[in-house]
């Protein structure tokens, strides 16, 4: 196992993350990502090879507002300590961070050629293959643990479940509103939530124990199950799961709720992340300019997504069709036409579609008729922005 030092920089220098590069690392247009930049090796490193620590704000996890700036920026990492968040890493200042905020995720796992893991709380990247000079240095998307030369600290590793660290996004945030913890799926924090209403379940099932009289106490044909069953008043319509409080039943309906975007394709579990959808894509907060056309983003992520209409690289293939894609979740959608698979279930009718966008336009024209483009003059409505622009050339 080789270790990778950093060149020594003074905190809080300007471009002090690309004046960290070890030798033989360099920054530069990434080919993984055009339009971004990326990590870039001058010579050749081994296998087993470490680079880091990841240098960077700590962020406070029980402060919502400071999460959610942090990963705006995508260069968030977050650490799990025996499967909770412990804390986050923040690398998005240049002057506190380092180099190697600019390495990109590989675009499939043959791709990559590190892996990030986790020691004593902080990111490291350690090389699974030797990498030649001349390579872009990409780490695996998922997270998973370093395989170390001791297999006693592996299997160590494993058994406590000690934790794995990756990339944190903007819209896993969901902070439970009965405490300070946080979580990164509605379903997380639904356990977190179904875990708290049995431990009240249990307090008042031991209560009604002792104030039941001891023959009562001592009948068989009082059980558990009975004496729970009679607390969960409150039943779900959708699931007809039953809760012990109303306040329970109205957080588990939440799972069931989306909130859609009426101006794209959309859909988030909280009103919360929709207005913040709304106000960086569509209500013109945009920062991230486009250097060949006049297109702007009110994140980083959407203006690399966008650099690859400019690049004409098509590096997604259909194991179906063998058809050629730029982006990974357009060949998604393309796949589902070989696979037969339609996940997005209209909730007024029998009828299902294969990508967002159908569905949407669908509940739009034949249910809600809430349509996002309206004519200012005959006050006719349309899905597309498109639409309503060959209505108003052809009409009026």
């Excluded at 620590?53 to 400071?66: F, Y």
């Excluded at 293959?129 to 001791?150: C, M, N, R």
């Excluded at 949407?360 to 024209?365: A, N, V």
Aim: glycine share 6%; hydrophobic share 30%.
């Amino acid at each position: 196992m080789i270790i990778v030092v950093d060149t020594l920089v003074k905190w809080n220098t300007e471009d002090r993350a690309r004046r960290t590069c070890p030798a033989g690392i360099t920054i530069g247009p990434s080919h993984a990502f055009p339009g971004g930049l990326g990590v870039w090796t001058e010579k050749d490193f081994e296998k087993d090879s470490i680079f880091g620590p990841l240098e960077g704000d700590l962020v406070d996890i029980k402060n919502l507002t400071q999460l959610t700036l942090a990963v705006q920026e995508g260069y968030a990492w977050q650490i799990y300590t025996d499967g909770e968040l412990s804390h986050c890493i923040d690398g998005s200042d240049e002057k506190k961070s380092n180099w190697l905020r600019y390495v990109k995720f590989a675009r499939s796992k043959e791709e990559s050629n590190v892996i990030a893991f986790e020691q004593l709380g902080k990111v490291y990247h350690g090389t699974t293959k030797p990498i030649v000079s001349g390579t872009e240095i990409l780490v695996a998307e998922e997270p998973q643990f370093y395989a170390t030369p001791s297999k006693k600290r592996k299997e160590s590793r494993k058994s406590t479940g000690e934790i794995i660290c990756t990339k944190l996004h903007i819209d896993d945030i969901i902070p439970c509103d009965e405490c300070a913890k946080v979580f990164f799926s509605g379903r997380a924090l639904f356990r977190h939530l179904e875990s708290k209403q049995a431990e009240t379940l249990c307090e008042k099932l031991h209560e009604r124990k002792l104030r039941a009289p001891a023959d009562e106490a001592a009948s068989p044909s009082v059980s558990q199950d009975v004496l729970l069953q009679d607390e969960k008043h409150f039943m779900c319509k959708t699931c007809k799961k039953g809760f012990a409080s109303k306040k329970h039943l109205r957080v588990h309906e939440l799972t069931h709720q989306t909130y859609p975007c009426k101006q794209c394709d959309k859909e988030f579990s909280q009103s919360g992340f929709l207005k913040r959808h709304v106000h960086l894509v569509h209500e013109k907060h945009l920062k991230y300019a486009c250097s060949l056309c006049d297109a702007k983003f009110g994140q980083a992520w959407y203006l690399k997504r966008h650099m690859t209409k400019h690049s004409g690289v098509r590096t997604h293939n259909c194991p179906h069709c063998g058809k050629k894609f730029k982006r990974a979740d357009v060949l998604k959608i393309h796949e589902r036409t070989h696979t037969g698979e339609q996940p997005y279930k209209c909730k007024y009718c029998l009828m299902s579609f294969r990508n967002r966008t159908s569905h949407l336009e669908h509940t739009q024209r034949k249910h809600t008729h809430d349509f996002p483009h309206i004519c200012s003059k005959c006050k006719k409505g349309y899905c597309q922005k498109r639409d309503l622009a060959k209505h108003e050339k052809k009409c009026h």
